[in-house]
């Protein structure tokens, strides 16, 4: 399991409240967090007024993603220093450790431009950002905002020729066909 612990939470704030409003369910002294094939174990010490969130490792990237924004709202609303040091999710080109918190937009970053580059020269679709499908074709390139990482360009060749299609958050998905 990997693990990241939660510390320095405030006398003041309630760690069971706090679970309980963002899903979590008691059992047997211990908190569980299930939905779309995801098990968290939050343990509370309530001496030390910590919070240790335990999560499989192998889970996908949607999955890491929705236990990233978990821990983070847990973090902000209980004010909350952290230690994601047990965590480990991969490495960056730059051979530095990515973890659920620390170095995690640079990790998705760099998932995303790997499997970006690995579409090159296929068909894909592309979906806006209300997940309608805007285009199909053989992918070419696309730029991203530097600050969110999202891709806001593609250029695909389609039917009727080489088509550039813009939006704020656009999802490139292989198609699969040839």
């Not at 030390?48 to 490792?57: A, D, G, Q, S, V």
């Not at 924004?69 to 960056?92: C, T």
């Not at 730059?94 to 499997?115: H, P």
């Not at 009727?160 to 198609?175: D, H, V, W």
Request: some cysteine; aromatic content about 12%.
């Amino acid at each position: 399991m990997l693990t990241v612990e939660l510390h320095s939470i405030s006398p003041d704030l309630s760690i069971e409240h706090t679970l309980h409003m963002k899903g979590f369910k008691i059992q047997e002294g211990t908190y569980f967090y299930t939905k779309d094939n995801i098990k968290l174990e939050g343990i509370i010490d309530s001496n030390k007024r910590c919070l240790k969130i335990n999560f499989p490792p192998q889970l996908n990237l949607k999955q890491y993603t929705t236990v990233h924004h978990i821990i983070k709202y847990l973090i902000l609303v209980l004010n909350a220093e952290y230690n994601d040091s047990q965590s480990l999710l991969g490495y960056l080109s730059t051979g530095e450790g990515a973890y659920i918190i620390t170095n995690w937009d640079y990790w998705v970053a760099f998932l995303q431009k790997a499997r970006l580059h690995s579409l090159e020269g296929k068909k894909v679709r592309v979906f806006d950002e209300t997940n309608k499908e805007i285009a199909s074709g053989m992918f070419i390139s696309y730029k991203t905002d530097e600050q969110s990482s999202n891709i806001t360009e593609c250029i695909l060749i389609t039917h009727f020729g080489e088509r550039s299609f813009n939006g704020s958050s656009l999802l490139i998905e292989a198609t699969n066909e040839w």
